[in-house]
Nanobody, 123 residues
Framework: QVQLVESGGGLVQAGGSLRLSCVAS????????MGWFRQAPGKEREFVAA????????YYADFVKGRFTISRDNTKNTVHLQITSLKSEDTAVYYC????????????????WGQGTQVTVSS
């Protein structure tokens, strides 16, 4: 019902910045809370950030430490993850996810997932 396509990943030096994007199609975008997760090599997928339906409330994992910003534009069916001061440990595949109605931080609660975009930080 909902398709999510991430973009914006790539290779960046430590200390640099990236802006990830996720475009949703199908369904009704404003009915879904949106989240970003990531999966590093050898690790399980973990929560990064979430934003509620209106964009007025955001939630972040502790490791973000102020470097990540999630936002959404309901007129464009798009959610973004802005990352600054990238560290090598940020290297991972970043996934966009949609959760019907209420926001959440558990991967099990999300209904739809994108295919991910690779972020690689060199140092």
């Amino acid at each position: 019902q909902v398709q999510l396509v991430e973009s914006g990943g790539g290779l960046v030096q430590a200390g640099g910045s990236l802006r990830l994007s996720c475009v949703a199609s199908g369904g009704t975008f404003r009915m879904y809370a949106m989240g970003w997760f990531r999966q590093a090599p050898g690790k399980e997928r973990e929560f990064v950030a979430a934003v509620n339906r209106s964009g007025g409330s955001t939630y972040y994992a502790d490791f973000v430490k102020g470097r990540f910003t999630i936002s959404r534009d309901n007129t464009k069916n798009t959610v973004h993850l802005q990352i600054t001061s990238l560290k090598s440990e940020d290297t991972a595949v970043y996934y966009c996810a949609a959760k019907f109605l209420s926001d959440g931080r558990s991967r099990a609660d999300y209904n739809y997932w994108g295919q991910g975009t690779q972020v690689t930080v060199s140092s």
